[in-house]
């Protein structure tokens, strides 16, 4: 895999989370009806996160080991992973300076191919018809990747709709700690047979959804009693440590670790959490949408007429909700460094690529790991900590 240089362990931990934050002021006892995207569709199932639900979509569309899947070339590791875990062969296919599909290049590779996934970059829903077209004449399955947009419409459908199956990262747009969608408006889920995860599951991710709205200052008057009880779990945990022996630390340590991000085959048909499921459902999305829109708005207000840098998406219409703001960097490393320093929070969607992506497969590919950085502007940001990250970013552009 291909990464940019810079030793991460030098930068302090983030002031602002880049995921929602989970806050009392993030949810609703009677939300409104979700707004128009994947959760609209006919066929849901909640995962534990967007990789499981890619592997859970191969799985249920019966794409097998030593079977060949196209992706697109400008990706992260969470789409690959699945397919690595199941021995499904990757095959990679260019995209262009506005991250929209050659058809011809989807084409001239279909022959080699069981499936084709597609991706709603950043949020910004693209039009895949000319993609599922092509699927139904030769008989391809479409896997529409909505980890970037869980909501949005192209021409009056919902993302997701035109794909055999979608997937969706759920925890990039809810405060849920964890959790993935994997969905369907032309075929059932029901013979994947999920389960929910072992009680203690549902209580750690309790308390991490605790600690870290507590961490994040949106517990309010709540967060003294909290914080008592965290020192009392903690006391709790150092006395079980003190008086177990080494193996029992060992067993304890091995079983209840479960990993959020990495793929574990044995949680492969688990469900997300009942807590995180319960919060999604709460959660007001009209509000969600329109936050996000506005904080992307601030964002585009100050950076859509400079030299040094570029909103790769500089038009925000009504139908998108984004995930973040992806800006175009000429001088993203150093930049990247400055920001990280001071505890900015940025994504890096593509800094891993595959090494057989090349300049000749897809230069912008390599263009986008290198240069395009993401900023958070989803809703439980408070609009000063927006202005706040757009103020270190606008300061670190100018000493560059």
Known sequence: MRQISYDSSQFPKARVSALPVPSFNAFSFNPPPVAAGILTLNHILHVRSGRYAIALALKQAGINAGDTV???AYHCLAMVE?????RINPLYYPINADLLINLSEIEKRAAEVKAIIVVHY???PQDFRPIRNLADRLGLILIEDCAHACFGKVNDLAVGSLGDYAIASTMKFYPIGHGGVVASSRHSLASLNLIDPPLKIEIKTAINLLEEANEHGRLGLSSGLFNLLIKIKNYLIQTKQNVSNLK???TESTSEK???YAMDSRLLNWKSSRVSQFLLQHTHTRKLVKTRQNYYRMF???LSNRNDCRPLFPILSIDVVPQVFPLYVNQSLLVFVKLKSQGV?????????DEKITEELCPFSIDYSEHVLQFPCHQTLKVDEVNWI?????CALNEV
């Open 390 to 394: 757009i103020e270190r970013l606008i």
């Open 345 to 353: 929070p940025i994504i890096r969607f593509g800094e891993f690529l």
């Open 82 to 86: 699945p397919l690595r875990l199941a």
């Open 248 to 250: 029992s630390k060992q």
């Open 70 to 72: 196209l992706l697109p």
């Open 122 to 124: 950043f949020g910004f």
């Open 258 to 260: 479960i990993p959020e």
């Open 300 to 302: 585009l207000d100050v």
